[in-house]
């Protein structure tokens, strides 16, 4: 970590410069338990998968990285109030907090450099809600005869938090998105209408802002855990096929990662296509059971530039320990960190 921070020794000053990270800490409520410190994080030593300890290095790392943006997924909410948001308050970045839904504590938080960006205004969207709604009939009327596909899709607590940016001196506003979409191996479907739903939301935002502010350029930018992976079973990911080109079929082998579950005569389509801004690096996810890319910053091509990509630990730090998290790393993934360009 402080072979990344090395990198990020200064923050950025230029016109239309940003840093952005997108980072899943891993919140206490899945590391807290007996289940945790004897099968998913065993090689962790129990005083290090503690909050206490784990918020300390949470806290070194953001703070060294200089960001001008940062988006973070499994926030606890006692996390963001007690240690996120007031310390990260001291060294200049203001946040705001999304619970996710259901009875989980929690959530998404965007926090941003207050002398480089100023908040127009932050919402969220509860995914399970708005699909059954009228504007997702091109979804709904694919997936509403399957009990089992709506089960699956609707009992989520999968939501999007967005934070509206108006870049200082400049005439540009971000709308930003921050989500964690569902996270087992077998639901590549669910995450391709779920990665849908966030893209469309945020179109909607961005088309409302450009009639409001019409001397402004709006742009898109999607962070977040994303549970899928770059290749799959000799295929590229879905959710990265169609963020990054802009469309994908009905037979794209995503729509049936689920037996039972298929989701049939179903091609989605894009106006905006973007860029994974890190690429596709071989981890941002490393445990005993699963080392693989989850995480990414996803930037609309043509409006912003990728300066800089923060490299990422090597297999040798990652491994020290066996696996992440360890006494030097606090999550189970890594943070993606990049420069860019307006």
Request: aromatic fraction near 8%; charged fraction near 20%; hydrophobic fraction near 40%.
């Amino acid at each position: 970590l402080q072979a990344r921070a090395a990198w990020t020794a200064s923050p950025l000053c230029g016109p239309g410069q940003l840093r952005v990270v997108s980072y899943n800490i891993l919140a206490d409520l899945y590391a807290d338990s007996d289940y945790s410190r004897t099968v998913l994080f065993a090689q962790c030593p129990p005083y290090a998968l503690s909050i206490d300890y784990r918020v300390k290095l949470v806290l070194q790392e953001l703070m060294g990285y200089h960001a001008d943006l940062v988006c973070l997924q499994e926030v606890d909410q006692k996390v963001f109030d007690l240690h996120l948001s007031p310390i990260l308050a001291t060294v200049g970045l203001d946040g705001c907090f999304v619970k996710k839904g259901g009875q989980v504590s929690e959530g998404l938080a965007i926090f941003w450099r207050s002398c480089r960006l100023s908040l127009l205004e932050q919402s969220s969207v509860f995914l399970p809600e708005v699909v059954q709604g009228g504007s997702y009939g091109y979804i709904w009327d694919r997936v509403k005869d399957n009990p089992a596909l709506v089960e699956t899709l609707t009992q989520r607590t999968t939501t999007l938090a967005i934070a509206v940016l108006k870049v200082e001196d400049s005439r540009d506003i971000l709308v930003v998105g921050d989500t964690h979409l569902y996270f087992k191996p077998d639901v590549d479907h669910i995450r391709l209408l779920q990665v849908e739903l966030c893209r469309e939301e945020l179109e909607r935002v961005r088309t409302r802002l450009e009639q409001e502010h019409p001397d402004c350029r709006v742009s898109i930018v999607l962070c977040g855990d994303f549970n899928s992976t770059p290749q799959y079973g000799g295929h590229m990911g879905g959710v990265l096929q169609y963020l990054t080109e802009g469309s994908i079929s009905s037979s794209h082998p995503d729509w049936s990662s689920r037996p039972g579950e298929e989701v049939t005569g179903l091609s989605l389509s894009s106006p905006t296509v973007f860029l994974s801004a890190a690429g596709t690096p071989a981890f941002t996810n490393y445990t005993r059971e699963f080392k693989d890319c989850l995480d990414y910053i996803f930037i609309e091509q043509g409006r912003l530039e990728v300066v800089q990509v923060v490299p990422f630990p090597t297999v040798e730090e990652l491994s020290l320990h066996e696996a992440i998290p360890s006494i030097v790393f606090p999550s189970d993934h890594v943070a993606v960190i990049v420069d860019l360009q307006l």
